[in-house]
């Protein structure tokens, strides 16, 4: 809600009708003579070899598939392979314009697209360069095994390397482009501006626009173009994808030079079909793909239709539209059209279309077309076809041999190194900053305002008497967090930060507050109400080398981010044999107050997946620290807040949170109250209930109880709670997850399992109930208070004299409200 | 709730018994103690009451099944209720694990009070410890078995062992931190009185002998723990009382001497002086059959011989093997089978069925050899008597010319039940045991 955008009454209301302009559908109807002049021969053979290439190469996927050997040569692949047959020109025109500064994200079938973008690559690089990117990726494990034949060329070198990284990769070996963790669906080679196929529909339709933001914010040459299937305009990320990249904003509010529409292309390679489903005519509505431009914003996303079948057709598409992006008039929505021979896999029988229909395609297929258009115009004859047919088949031979030979291409040894995998799932960096050059800003970090006001306020949350400070008086939590994230915006230029409030307004919770004042538009703006793609277009700037904090407010958002949060940041580093990293602080913050769906703790969910460091902060100076700590990472982490607590002032650390920079290890719990008899460990905000409880214990029990806060999640360092459990035998697990499948219940099974001998009663999980939240006013009897965790400490570990409980922790409950789910 | 009627183990040797009679019908209703069938082993018949009151819901073996032992017989329950469950019962499984309880004879051979798998299990069952607990327990030498646990459910817990620990030495907090400061310690006759120990009571460490190092634990071993909680048992679960009496010996002291050099030249079986006291009992037993058998609760069973169990001091402790049927054999008899038997549990090979209480219906103990002149023998329960055998003492009398001299008596302790045996029959019984002894004359046949 920028104040220089007026709203004006009296022409927003006034009558008038949306008048829609054409959009062109196959307009190209060049023949191959009239185009003669734009190619020389030697680019038409070149259309023409690409296409051979991948042609053959998914032919003979096909066979090891099917028949399980190509040429005489055996191999059983048991794993993915969605063949792109018949959709080459496709693939070749998008790519041919390219170079490798210019991205492409691509979905499960991929593998035309990656070669062709490969191929173009390769022929737009120097020798040298070549080498060198070479020689460099993997420490040259790749290239060591295409080596060993003598080439005439580094060229011919590089396609060996393309086509045997590729190979591999699909096949899971070691010497693969993402050392055999990324596979068919998921390979790719940035050094050619290869990035991410997805093997979730649509999965690259809002990570592709975080990388057309990335080129923008941080002023890089070179467009993206995201290559997803027809049936992903289905797709709810792709659509949130669309809305976040036509934001007006970019085009209105931006400031000079970054203003203007991203370099962006969402082509969706249209194969008609998304697994038997026909888009056109059976599960969509749009007739014809491109007729959604139309809808998305004033320029109708420059929409049209092409004809994929046609490389040449496709080929001057690109250039059209790349001149657009070049204006700044972006993005650009392309539907080119083609179609896929093959199954969706080769276990799809294509029972859902006819002989007839896939006869009439194959009749006009893209290489016949081509391969005649060049004969008759003299280009190329009968026999040198047969020779480049020969010679492909001989080349593609070669390669799969060295791919399926265990001793040049092994897989990952995960009995010599069992934890290989594991050691890749975090890259654990410490980077300051991840490019070196000076942050935009629009004032001297001293001179920010709020950072004015907080040097007014008191670090430590007592005076010197113990009374506690008035709120207004107080450095708060939500201040930690803003000095860490301001701290960053002044240390790294690529930082941005983005979701739904977190311009002008200062965030929904007031922790941006001051951010507006020191930051330019590009690197702190408001986004459209898209969760999916505040998350997802966050990984594709991460992936491209920025770093970046989305926010998506509630934490009950997290399931409209689904995808994203645990398919898609998790896994790329891993995915990627971390040729890629994830730096992305995700911030979500734990409702009250505002009942069922604004009121969830889903720690649980989030620290459950594989890939995502979890922190859940609640004092100010741990809330300070962890975002230092996370925001000099190199790794996803899921930053938790709670709306209890943003206020509360610093009650533990002596002297109050620290001016300067420091950072607290992300893994690291901490003792916030020594005790002997009783250890409770917390997650998040229901510290300051159980340092209640503790009191309670104390005063009542004579029980000292040692209350430990977790701060971390994930990763989480359980040697000072087994020392602590050691010491006093008793545990309590609390937090505001609801109980069933908590973490709190698998911190339980670790303590348990790890400290046995030293329990006194087994470790006792005190949680919200399995319920929704209810009303601020009943929330008491939701989340965990105080007395449960006496009551809890009194019905399972040990009685205490003259306890009249509240809550029923009985064993007969306990069952009861398992049978009944609840 | 539906129970289910077992069928009995009678011995670990038994593995199958047979339904020799039904007293009830399925759909008769049975009050607890209610014989509901009679069964035999291949070596002796019983009689199964019934261990609840209800309706017989369902019968599944009928007179003449052989049935495994620990498997259901028939289930007793409320009329309507369903008996489904106990249809699946797997004796064979069962069977299994009692078995491997007992994996080799010389485990069973020292379990001669052998108190049945199934109250072992539940010893375990009921006891519930913390492990933090049972290793501060294991530390400190604190016998948790007794304790009462103070956590949820009755569990043992830390501040259990604690209280234990520290249950005759309460001492005030600032003595406990002068001690672990200053190297005091508690006087013993200040931990000794029971009372509060200030620090005004603390003395130096090395005054006191340290805690630590005064003693040491030994674990006890299967047979000890077998020994202790069938004596404890005894005592609780039975009423008895001894009498002390004694028997002129000088009758068979006489037969004694004659009988060494006899026995030293091989001509007879060495016969001591225990062996004629437990031919003389007996006969005695024979006179008094009414001492001669269990007592079960609602019913004595009296046998129709004398088996007696004999206590026989081995290496691994207190054993006491039956001799069956006494009453059929000789004097030289009961002499060889009383040796063999000893032989045998010193050399652990004895036959564990033997060792049963409840195979032998009287029991003799010996403590005469160690110079003891009266004792107070524990009943071997389900037993209703045992006799202790005293030393020999010269005792001032009048003797047969009209003088007064000095006599050799036996001294005689019985032990008895007094549920089963009022203090008069007992010491009649007594009485016929002197009598026996005193007038001693069997036949000795030579070898």
């Known amino acids: 809600m920028p104040k220089k955008l007026f709203i004006d009454p009296k022409k927003v209301r006034k009558p008038g009708k949306i008048i829609f302009g054409e959009i062109p559908v196959n307009q190209y109807q060049k023949t191959l003579a009239e185009e003669k002049d734009h190619y020389t021969r030697e680019e038409l053979l070149d259309i023409y070899r690409d296409m051979l290439i991948i042609r053959e190469f998914e032919t003979m996927l096909n066979r090891i598939k099917t028949t399980n050997e190509y040429e005489g040569i055996s191999y059983n692949h048991p794993g993915p392979a969605h063949l792109s047959i018949g959709q080459e020109a496709a693939a070749v025109g998008m790519a041919w314009l390219l170079g490798p500064e210019d991205y492409i994200f691509g979905s499960h079938r991929s593998h035309g697209e990656i070669l062709a973008k490969g191929m173009s690559a390769i022929r737009k690089l120097k020798d040298n360069m070549l080498l060198d990117t070479m020689k460099n990726y993997m420490e040259g494990a790749t290239l060591k095994v295409v080596e060993q034949e003598q080439h005439p060329d580094v060229h011919d070198l590089a396609l060996d390397f393309l086509l045997y990284g590729t190979l591999a990769e699909i096949f899971a070996k070691k010497t693969g482009f993402n050392k055999g963790l990324g596979g068919s669906m998921h390979a790719f080679f940035p050094p050619f501006g290869i990035y991410p196929n997805n093997a979730i529909v649509g999965g690259s339709g809002d990570i592709g626009v975080g990388a057309a933001l990335y080129k923008k914010v941080n002023r890089k040459s070179g467009i993206v173009v995201v290559n997803i299937g027809d049936a992903s305009m289905g797709c709810g990320p792709v659509w949130e994808g669309i809305s976040f990249a036509t934001m007006d904003q970019f085009k209105t509010l931006w400031d000079e030079p970054y203003r203007g529409g991203l370099p962006l292309i969402f082509n969706f390679m249209n194969n008609q079909y998304g697994m038997g489903g026909q888009t056109s005519g059976e599960t969509m509505g749009y007739g014809i793909l491109a007729r959604v431009g139309a809808g998305i914003n004033p320029e109708m996303m420059h929409a049209e239709r092409i004809d994929g079948y046609n490389p040449l057709a496709v080929i001057d598409a690109f250039r059209r539209k790349k001149k657009i992006l070049e204006e700044k008039n972006g993005p650009v929505l392309l539907d080119t059209l083609t179609y896929r021979y093959s199954g969706h896999s080769p276990s799809d029988a294509s029972t859902y279309r006819t002989k007839e229909e896939i006869e009439a395609w194959m009749e006009q297929d893209s290489l016949k077309f081509f391969e005649s258009e060049m004969e008759k115009n003299g280009m190329v004859t009968a026999g040198e076809i047969k020779t480049l047919r020969k010679e492909i088949t001989e080349r593609l031979k070669k390669i799969l041999k060295w791919a399926v030979d265990d001793s040049l291409s092994p897989r990952m040894d995960l009995n010599g190194n069992p934890d290989e995998i594991g050691e890749l799932m975090f890259s654990n960096g410490s980077v300051e900053k991840m490019e070196d050059r000076e942050p935009e800003v629009l004032i001297p970090k001293e001179e920010n305002p709020r950072l004015q006001q907080l040097k007014r306020k008191e670090r430590f949350a007592l005076d010197k008497n113990g009374k506690p400070f008035s709120k207004l008086k107080t450095y708060q939590l939500r201040d930690g967090i803003f000095e860490a994230i301001l701290d960053r915006f002044y240390k790294d230029p690529t930082l941005v930060a983005y979701g739904e409030e977190n311009r002008d307004w200062g965030g929904a919770f007031a922790v941006y507050r001051g951010l507006t004042e020191a930051l330019p538009y590009h690197r702190l703006f408001n986004t459209s109400i898209s969760e999916g793609a505040i998350v997802g277009t966050a990984i594709g700037y991460a992936m491209c080398g920025g770093r970046v904090i989305p926010e998506i407010m509630y934490c009950d958002f997290l399931g409209r981010a689904g995808d994203e949060v645990f398919n898609q940041m998790p896994k790329w580093q891993a995915m990627s044999g971390q040729i890629l990293k994830m730096p992305v602080v995700l911030r979500v913050s734990v409702g009250s107050k505002y009942g069922a769906q604004h009121s969830q703790d889903w720690t649980s969910l989030v620290a459950h997946i594989p890939g995502l460091k979890v922190v859940f902060p609640a004092t100010p100076y741990d809330a300070k620290g962890l975002m230092n700590a996370a925001l000099q990472g190199t790794d996803p982490v899921v930053f938790f807040e709670s709306q209890r607590i943003y206020d509360v002032g610093e009650y533990f650390h002596p002297g109050g949170v620290p001016e300067d920079y420091y950072e607290i290890p992300i893994g690291q719990p901490d003792i916030k109250r020594k005790g002997k008899d009783l250890t409770i460990l917390s997650v998040g905000a229901t510290l300051y209930r159980a340092l209640e409880a503790a009191d309670i214990l104390k005063e009542k029990y004579n029980l000292a109880a040692e209350v430990i806060d977790a701060r971390s999640l994930v990763p989480f360092d359980y040697s000072l709670v087994l020392e602590s459990v050691r010491k006093t035998g008793k545990i309590v697990i609390t937090g505001d997850a609801t109980e069933r499948g908590s973490y709190l219940k698998d911190m339980a099974q670790s303590v348990a399992d790890l400290a046995f001998d030293d329990l006194d009663a087994p470790p006792v999980v005190v949680a919200s109930r399995n319920w929704i939240t209810p009303a601020h006013e009943l929330e008491h009897f939701f989340f965990p208070q105080p007395d449960w965790i006496v009551d809890a400490v009194h019905e399972r570990i040990m009685p205490l004299e003259g306890h009249k409980v509240k809550s029923n922790y009985t064993n007969d409950n306990l069952l009861l409200q398992k049978r009944k789910g609840i | ?447």
């Open chain 2, 1 to 447: 709730m539906a129970v289910p009627v077992i069928m009995p183990r009678q011995g670990q040797s038994v593995e199958t018994c047979v339904i020799t009679k039904w007293f009830k019908e399925k759909g008769d209703s049975v009050e607890e103690g209610d014989i509901l069938f009679s069964y035999e082993t291949d070596k002796a018949a019983f009689d199964e009451e019934a261990k609840d009151s209800g309706t017989l819901l369902d019968i599944f073996y009928k007179e003449g099944d052989e049935v495994p032992v620990l498997s259901t017989v028939a289930v007793i329950g409320e009329e309507g209720e369903s008996t489904e469950k106990f249809k699946t019962t797997v004796p064979e499984e069962t069977l299994e694990k009692e078995q491997a309880q007992t994996p080799d004879t010389n485990q069973t051979i020292e379990t001669p009070e052998t108190t049945s798998t199934k109250e072992t299990i539940e010893t375990t069952e009921t006891l519930k410890i913390s492990p933090r607990a049972k290793k501060l327990a294991e530390q400190k030498g604190v016998n948790y078995m007794k304790l009462k646990g103070t956590g949820p459910g009755g569990r043992i817990i830390e501040r259990d062992i604690r209280k234990a620990l520290e249950k005759q030495l309460v001492i005030t907090p600032l003595a406990r931190k002068k001690m672990e400061k200053e190297h005091l310690a508690v006087p013993p006759e200040k931990a000794a009185s029971g009372e509060r120990v200030t620090s005004r009571d603390l003395v130096e460490a090395s005054a006191v002998p340290a805690a630590e190092g005064a003693y040491h634990e030994e674990p006890l071993t299967r047979m000890r723990k077998l020994i202790a909680d069938s004596m404890f048992r005894s005592l609780q679960n039975a009423a008895q009382l001894t009498h002390h009496i004694s028997a002129d010996a000088r009758k068979i002291q006489a037969l004694r001497k004659k009988v060494k050099p006899l026995a030293e030249a091989g001509q007879l079986p060495n016969i001591t002086l225990n062996d004629m006291v437990s031919y003389a009992l007996v006969r005695a037993l024979v006179k008094h059959p009414e001492i001669n058998g269990h007592f079960l609760g609602e019913s004595v069973r009296i046998f129709h011989h004398i088996h007696l169990g004999v206590a026989v001091d081995t290496k691994r402790g207190l054993m006491v093997p039956v001799i069956r049927d006494a009453d059929l054999l000789t004097l030289n008899g009961l002499s060889i089978r009383m040796k063999e038997l000893a032989a045998e549990c010193q050399a652990g090979s004895i036959n564990p069925d033997l060792l049963l209480p409840e195979n032998a219906s009287f029991t003799l103990t010996n403590l005469g050899a160690f110079g003891i002149e009266y004792f107070t023998p524990v009943l071997n329960l389900p037993q209703m008597g045992i006799l202790g055998v005293n030393t020999i003492r010269y005792q001032p009398a009048q003797l047969e010319d009209g003088g007064f001299g000095f006599i050799p008596r036996i001294g005689l302790s019985l032990t008895y039940d007094h549920r089963a045996i009022d203090g008069a029959p007992a010491s009649r019984f007594l009485q016929t045991v002197v009598k026996e002894i005193e007038n001693f004359n069997p036949q000795i046949e030579k070898l």
